[in-house]
């Protein structure tokens, strides 16, 4: 038995570690530890809640929008106050273009490289690496010039004894398996995505006002006037560029990103068969399509130990089922105490102790519904989807698993995706699916617009006394749900329960772990001192944590420890 | 275009660093044409957009160093690349070194890389930073003058400043580091 702990403990920031104990090549037991405590909800106590999205969106700075948009809901739903239905599109197309641009970043940025090995791609023939492209996807970018350049590129990085954003991978581990041909072009690809992203972003900018933090949004409604003859408000020019923009990245989506994935999930395919973990899954409606949030384009339910005939709808932003079933245990976190409970009742008392295996050892709390631990995310979405029978999930998926199934030459039935790899494809699927709907509510919202619907905001009025409310959204890592308690007119308590603590969260009091935990159990390992294989596994829930502080270390020549004992 | 980032989370008290700097500038200077003052968080790899279509940048943030808080550090582009990023297991460590390496690798990216730091006294929930780093606030605002300056873009004091949209620090302070009462 031996164990491995990742642990990028370099200075302040606060990460994720991970301990795994492993015996014969395999992990038998993992802990997964939140390493920095936040309790930044704190700050929000005895302030204005309509003000609270600009603080919330600061919880993080990449996930930005998902907060600013939950905590609107929240204080709507504490109200019961309608939003306009140009707001409601405004927002979807906002959450839309975030969406997309966060699961292309997370693919070909931030996971890519735990199974495509640049320094092989070195070794490609772009002629070969084009044929191959040509067979897969019509993508103009996979020219035998373009794919000669990136090679050459790379070729200079070496030369120059400096592989820059490529420095710090598990080149030639025993794990990679794909050809030259196919990392290159991943290579590729991982550059032109950079592009892509800049294009998405710009989206969020016109429509949020200014990016990274949108400044567009309000409690009731949203803040861009329009005025399709006014150069200073949201017009057609605008919108015409938006629609551009939408066009642009679903064709990236489609051509590029999609073969991507059917072709490296097809190559790794016993990566179908690891990660698996905990199977209750948790995901909830979203882009609403009525003022009230009853009607989505997007459906979430519950499912039950991987069972889809289990499913139970959540379906609208007042479900009860939902409100009524979340609680969150510090039993094996750094709090003070050892309760469950609402989110509406809970408080956030640090008391760190230290690291024990069979105590107390994260600062991330332990989410449940119902008791159980539920994986969130993707994943999640599209199960439910597939469950509900959703038509544009059912329709990505078969065509993901027949394209992925095809170039590995066997069947794959929805069962694979309860894996690693299953939830890159998953997240894959619903990429496809939101820049359908991107396109849907851009018309939705033009032809309102066009109806002579102007309409943007409904004033907030606090009434005396108590209210509360969640609201929730399925942003890109999974169900996120922030729980408000107003009182007079002042915030008197206010949680966020976000998908990284669902998925990274710790034991709770009955020793049941968390989906990061549960789903490195089986895991091979070929080698401790390059834990690839673990990092794939935990890459692939799309990791959230340390997103709170920032401060640069340009001196520091510290690099994350792994440390296998 | 030259763009000013500030970097940092104003709810982790000094970190709000370089979003306050950058408030501070745009409320008392004219922003020159061909320039964006950006209060940008703490994006990530997310700070790539950013520097794309950049031929400089000038980063505000606050900075690990050897030294008394409220100390500026000046760095230029070879120092701050001087040594590799490190290991990233999660999408959010400090990614300025992995922007600007990713940037290289499209197009090449600014030419002109300036990050003003400052060495912070604490870093933890709250919306108030310690007064050694609050007075550091006016150096550094010189110290992005003086570099814009220098790249051919001089910002123009304003004839009467208007008041910073610091919004963050307006409202109640419930809850402030243990070393601010």
């Given at each position: 038995m031996s164990r491995i702990t990742i642990d990028p403990v370099t200075r302040i920031e606060g990460h994720l570690r991970i301990d795994a104990e492993i015996d014969g090549g395999v992990v038998r037991k993992a802990w997964s530890s939140g390493q920095m405590f936040r309790g930044i909800e704190r700050i929000l106590q005895g302030r204005d809640p309509r003000e609270a999205w600009l603080f919330t969106q600061r919880f993080c700075g990449v996930c930005t929008t998902v907060h600013a948009i939950a905590s609107v809901r929240a204080v709507e739903n504490a109200l019961q106050l309608q939003v306009p239905l140009n707001a409601q599109y405004i927002r979807n197309l906002i959450l839309a273009a975030h969406a997309m641009h966060d699961h292309i970043v997370h693919f070909y940025h931030l996971s890519a490289l735990d199974w495509v090995d640049v320094v092989s791609a070195l070794q490609a023939d772009p002629a070969k690496t084009s044929a191959l492209a040509e067979t897969l996807s019509t993508w103009p970018g996979n020219s035998k010039m373009k794919l000669t350049a990136v090679r050459d590129k790379l070729k200079g990085f070496v030369d120059n004894g400096q592989l820059g954003i490529f420095q710090n991978g598990y080149w030639g581990h025993p794990a990679m398996k794909l050809s030259p041909e196919v990392n290159l072009l991943a290579v590729s690809h991982y550059?032109?995505?950079?592009?892509?992203?800049?294009?998405?972003?710009?989206?969020?900018?016109?429509?949020?006002?200014?990016?990274?933090?949108?400044?567009?949004?309000?409690?009731?409604?949203?803040?861009?006037?329009?005025?399709?003859?006014?150069?200073?408000?949201?017009?057609?020019?605008?919108?015409?560029?938006?629609?551009?923009?939408?066009?642009?990245?679903?064709?990236?989506?489609?051509?590029?990103?999609?073969?991507?994935?059917?072709?490296?999930?097809?190559?790794?395919a016993d990566w179908l068969t690891y990660g698996k973990g905990v199977t209750n899954y948790l995901s909830v409606p979203d882009l609403p399509l009525d003022s009230a949030g009853t009607q989505f384009d997007f459906p979430g339910g519950v499912i039950m130990n991987g069972d889809l005939s289990s499913v139970q709808e959540i379906r609208t932003f007042n479900e009860p089922f939902f409100k009524e079933n979340v609680t969150e245990s510090i039993a094996r976190a750094w709090y003070d105490g050892d309760w469950t409970k609402h989110p509406y009742e809970e408080d956030t008392e640090p008391r760190y102790t230290s690291f024990e295996d069979n105590g107390k050892y994260s600062w991330v709390k332990a989410p449940r519904f119902k008791g159980h631990p539920m994986q969130v995310g993707p994943l999640a979405q599209v199960l439910s989807g597939i469950a509900l029978g959703h038509k544009p999930t059912v329709k990505w998926a078969t065509k993901t698993l027949e394209t992925a199934g095809s170039i590995a030459k066997t069947t794959l039935t929805p069962a694979v995706l309860h894996s690693t790899l299953g939830r890159h494809a998953a997240r894959m699927i619903r990429t496809q699916i939101i820049a359908e709907l991107a396109q849907k509510h851009w018309n939705l919202l033009v032809n309102n617009i066009a109806k002579g619907d102007t309409s943007i905001y409904n004033e907030p009025v606090f009434p005396k006394g108590e209210q509360r409310g969640f609201g929730f959204h399925e942003a890109p890592r999974g169900t996120l749900s922030h729980w408000v308690v107003i009182r007079d007119g002042k915030i008197a308590n206010y949680q966020a329960v976000v998908p990284s603590t669902w998925n990274a969260g710790p034991r709770d009091e009955k020793d049941q772990p968390g989906p990061y935990e549960a789903s490195l159990v089986g895991n091979p390992v070929a080698d401790a001192e390059r834990p690839l294989e673990l990092i794939r596994t935990v890459h692939s829930f799309d990791p959230c944590l340390a997103c709170a502080i920032h401060t640069v270390d340009v001196e520091g020549t510290e690099i994350a420890k792994v440390k296998a004992l | 275009m030259i763009r000013v980032l500030g970097l940092g989370n104003v709810l982790m008290s000094d970190d709000g660093l370089g979003p306050y700097v950058v408030r501070v500038l745009e409320a008392n200077y004219e922003c020159p044409s061909g320039v964006e003052f950006v209060d940008a968080g703490t994006p990530g790899l997310d700070l790539t957009p950013y520097l794309l279509d950049a031929r400089a940048v000038i980063f505000v943030d606050t900075v690990s160093s050897k030294g008394q808080p409220g100390e500026i550090r000046v760095y230029e582009r070879d120092e701050i690349l001087k040594y590799p990023p490190q290991t990233r297991t999660g999408p959010h460590d400090p990614a300025l070194k992995e922007a600007l390496l990713r940037v290289a690798a499209v197009n090449g990216g600014p030419d002109q890389v300036t990050l003003i730091g400052v060495i912070p006294q604490w870093v933890a929930t709250g919306v108030a930073m310690s007064p050694i780093v609050q007075d550091a606030v006016p150096r550094a605002v010189v110290a992005v003058v003086e570099t814009l300056t220098r790249l051919g873009k001089p910002p123009v004091l304003r004839e009467r400043a208007i008041q910073p949209d610091l919004w963050w620090c307006d409202a109640p302070e419930k809850f402030s580091h243990p070393a601010a009462k």
């Amino acid at each position: 038995m031996s164990r491995i702990t990742i642990d990028p403990v370099t200075r302040i920031e606060g990460h994720l570690r991970i301990d795994a104990e492993i015996d014969g090549g395999v992990v038998r037991k993992a802990w997964s530890s939140g390493q920095m405590f936040r309790g930044i909800e704190r700050i929000l106590q005895g302030r204005d809640p309509r003000e609270a999205w600009l603080f919330t969106q600061r919880f993080c700075g990449v996930c930005t929008t998902v907060h600013a948009i939950a905590s609107v809901r929240a204080v709507e739903n504490a109200l019961q106050l309608q939003v306009p239905l140009n707001a409601q599109y405004i927002r979807n197309l906002i959450l839309a273009a975030h969406a997309m641009h966060d699961h292309i970043v997370h693919f070909y940025h931030l996971s890519a490289l735990d199974w495509v090995d640049v320094v092989s791609a070195l070794q490609a023939d772009p002629a070969k690496t084009s044929a191959l492209a040509e067979t897969l996807s019509t993508w103009p970018g996979n020219s035998k010039m373009k794919l000669t350049a990136v090679r050459d590129k790379l070729k200079g990085f070496v030369d120059n004894g400096q592989l820059g954003i490529f420095q710090n991978g598990y080149w030639g581990h025993p794990a990679m398996k794909l050809s030259p041909e196919v990392n290159l072009l991943a290579v590729s690809h991982y550059l032109e995505a950079l592009e892509q992203q800049r294009r998405i972003n710009q989206v969020v900018a016109i429509l949020g006002g200014k990016t990274p933090n949108i400044q567009n949004l309000a409690v009731g409604g949203v803040a861009n006037a329009i005025n399709l003859d006014n150069q200073a408000t949201l017009n057609m020019d605008k919108l015409y560029q938006v629609k551009d923009l939408i066009d642009e990245i679903q064709a990236f989506i489609q051509q590029v990103y999609f073969v991507d994935v059917c072709a490296i999930g097809a190559m790794y395919a016993d990566w179908l068969t690891y990660g698996k973990g905990v199977t209750n899954y948790l995901s909830v409606p979203d882009l609403p399509l009525d003022s009230a949030g009853t009607q989505f384009d997007f459906p979430g339910g519950v499912i039950m130990n991987g069972d889809l005939s289990s499913v139970q709808e959540i379906r609208t932003f007042n479900e009860p089922f939902f409100k009524e079933n979340v609680t969150e245990s510090i039993a094996r976190a750094w709090y003070d105490g050892d309760w469950t409970k609402h989110p509406y009742e809970e408080d956030t008392e640090p008391r760190y102790t230290s690291f024990e295996d069979n105590g107390k050892y994260s600062w991330v709390k332990a989410p449940r519904f119902k008791g159980h631990p539920m994986q969130v995310g993707p994943l999640a979405q599209v199960l439910s989807g597939i469950a509900l029978g959703h038509k544009p999930t059912v329709k990505w998926a078969t065509k993901t698993l027949e394209t992925a199934g095809s170039i590995a030459k066997t069947t794959l039935t929805p069962a694979v995706l309860h894996s690693t790899l299953g939830r890159h494809a998953a997240r894959m699927i619903r990429t496809q699916i939101i820049a359908e709907l991107a396109q849907k509510h851009w018309n939705l919202l033009v032809n309102n617009i066009a109806k002579g619907d102007t309409s943007i905001y409904n004033e907030p009025v606090f009434p005396k006394g108590e209210q509360r409310g969640f609201g929730f959204h399925e942003a890109p890592r999974g169900t996120l749900s922030h729980w408000v308690v107003i009182r007079d007119g002042k915030i008197a308590n206010y949680q966020a329960v976000v998908p990284s603590t669902w998925n990274a969260g710790p034991r709770d009091e009955k020793d049941q772990p968390g989906p990061y935990e549960a789903s490195l159990v089986g895991n091979p390992v070929a080698d401790a001192e390059r834990p690839l294989e673990l990092i794939r596994t935990v890459h692939s829930f799309d990791p959230c944590l340390a997103c709170a502080i920032h401060t640069v270390d340009v001196e520091g020549t510290e690099i994350a420890k792994v440390k296998a004992l | 275009m030259i763009r000013v980032l500030g970097l940092g989370n104003v709810l982790m008290s000094d970190d709000g660093l370089g979003p306050y700097v950058v408030r501070v500038l745009e409320a008392n200077y004219e922003c020159p044409s061909g320039v964006e003052f950006v209060d940008a968080g703490t994006p990530g790899l997310d700070l790539t957009p950013y520097l794309l279509d950049a031929r400089a940048v000038i980063f505000v943030d606050t900075v690990s160093s050897k030294g008394q808080p409220g100390e500026i550090r000046v760095y230029e582009r070879d120092e701050i690349l001087k040594y590799p990023p490190q290991t990233r297991t999660g999408p959010h460590d400090p990614a300025l070194k992995e922007a600007l390496l990713r940037v290289a690798a499209v197009n090449g990216g600014p030419d002109q890389v300036t990050l003003i730091g400052v060495i912070p006294q604490w870093v933890a929930t709250g919306v108030a930073m310690s007064p050694i780093v609050q007075d550091a606030v006016p150096r550094a605002v010189v110290a992005v003058v003086e570099t814009l300056t220098r790249l051919g873009k001089p910002p123009v004091l304003r004839e009467r400043a208007i008041q910073p949209d610091l919004w963050w620090c307006d409202a109640p302070e419930k809850f402030s580091h243990p070393a601010a009462k």
